[in-house]
C-alpha cells in the first residue's frame, strides 16, 4: 500500500522559514518522480513543485519560484520542501505527491497524495 506521509507543518511569521518533509513507503520510491501540492482554505488543490527521481531536475509555480526548494533522499524514502520568505499567501494544507512515472507535469491531476500537513503563515 502506498503511504506518503506529510510532517513539519506549524505556525510561522511572515517572512520566515520552514521545512517540510514526507515519508514514503509501500513503493519503489527512487523509481518516481514526487511533487508538493497545497490547498489553501476555501481555494483548489495547487501544484507546488516537483522533482525528478534522482533529484536532479527541479521545478516549481511562479508563486514559489526562488523561495522554495524540493529535494529527495532516495536512500531514505524522503521528500523535502524547504521553505523561505513565507507569506501569508502561502498558508495551506501541504501535500507530498507521486507521480505516476517519471515525467514531471505542472498539475495536480492523476498524482496520489497522502495525508497533508497544516502550515499557517501570519503575525
Known amino acids: 500500500e502506498v503511504q506518503l506521509q506529510a510532517c513539519g507543518g506549524g505556525l510561522v511569521l511572515p517572512g520566515g522559514s520552514l521545512r517540510l518533509s514526507c515519508a514514503a513507503s509501500?513503493?519503489?520510491?527512487?523509481?518516481?518522480?514526487m511533487s508538493w501540492l497545497r490547498q489553501a482554505p476555501g481555494k483548489r488543490l495547487e501544484w507546488v513543485s516537483g522533482?525528478?527521481?534522482?533529484?536532479?531536475?527541479?521545478s516549481y509555480s511562479d508563486s514559489v519560484k526562488g523561495r522554495f526548494t524540493i529535494a529527495r533522499d532516495n536512500a531514505k524514502n524522503t521528500l523535502y520542501l524547504q521553505m523561505n520568505s513565507l507569506k501569508p499567501d502561502d498558508t495551506a494544507v501541504y501535500y507530498c505527491?507521486?507521480?505516476?512515472?517519471?515525467?514531471?507535469?505542472?498539475?495536480?491531476?492523476?498524482?496520489?497524495r497522502g495525508q497533508g500537513t497544516e502550515l499557517t503563515v501570519s503575525s
Open positions: 505527491a507521486k507521480y505516476p512515472g517519471t515525467v514531471i507535469r505542472h498539475s495536480p491531476q492523476g498524482l496520489y
Open positions: 509501500g513503493f519503489a520510491f527512487s523509481n518516481y518522480a
Open positions: 522533482v525528478s527521481v534522482d533529484g536532479g531536475f527541479a
